[in-house]
């Protein structure tokens, strides 16, 4: 069985953002720019090595299939630009970035995904998506990446569900600038 396994950047106020900073207009959007760290930077890269395919929201989806299709030539873009992604999307009609494929419904269609041959799927921001699938417990790693500040509001991964969710802390790492990497396993 393949491992869903989400990343995300986060304040230690719950906020996620992206790095670009234009998921919602808020006044400090684009604080993870702020931070350049060598540290996790490889981290993301050795992420991405270690995975077959990507996990996208709608949004996500848009916003990369926006970027990364006109990138090449580093660690980032040619694994990205080459392997599987699936987007979860009721709206969708169509995509068009190399290898993407549509899925309408996250608690059947995932689990499939999940069954299905290959390796490891790597889920990045995407906090509508990621909210479904941790509410259908289809998630089997969740690495946090908590940047040192509080920004006051914003885009939340955990809202006022009243779920109650536990996980086992695997391993945590403190990186440069205050940065910590920490990374979980749900526990069911």
């Known amino acids: 069985m393949r491992k869903l396994i989400v990343t995300e950047f986060i304040t230690l106020d719950g906020v996620i ?4 900073g234009n998921e919602t207009p808020h006044p400090h959007a684009g604080w993870q720019f702020t931070y350049d760290s060598p540290e996790v930077g490889r ?5 991405l090595s270690r995975v077959d395919a990507l996990l996208l929201g709608r949004n996500t989806y848009e916003g990369f299939a926006a970027y990364w299709p006109g990138q090449s030539g580093n660690e980032f873009a040619d694994p990205i630009n080459k392997m599987p992604k699936y987007v979860v999307s009721k709206s969708l009609q169509k995509v068009e970035w190399h290898n993407s494929h549509i899925l309408r ?8 995904l999940k069954e299905s041959e290959g390796g490891d799927i790597l889920v990045y921001g995407s906090a509508t998506l990621v909210k479904a699938l941790l ?7 969740l690495r946090l990446i908590i940047y040192p500040l509080s920004i006051g509001g ?3 991964l955990f809202d006022d569900s009243r779920e109650l969710k536990k996980f086992a802390l695997k391993q945590s790492r ?8 920490l990374e979980y396993e749900p526990l069911r």
């Not at 419904?105 to 995932?110: K, L, R």
């Not at 403190?174 to 990497?181: H, P, R, S, T």
Request: aromatic share 2%.
């Open 17 to 20: 953002e992206a790095p670009g």
């Open 174 to 181: 403190a990186v440069d600038k205050g940065i910590l990497i």
């Open 43 to 47: 981290y993301k890269i050795e992420e």
């Open 154 to 156: 914003g885009l939340k």
């Open 135 to 141: 509410h259908h417990d289809l998630i089997d790693e």
């Open 105 to 112: 419904d996250v608690a059947s269609e995932v689990a499939e």
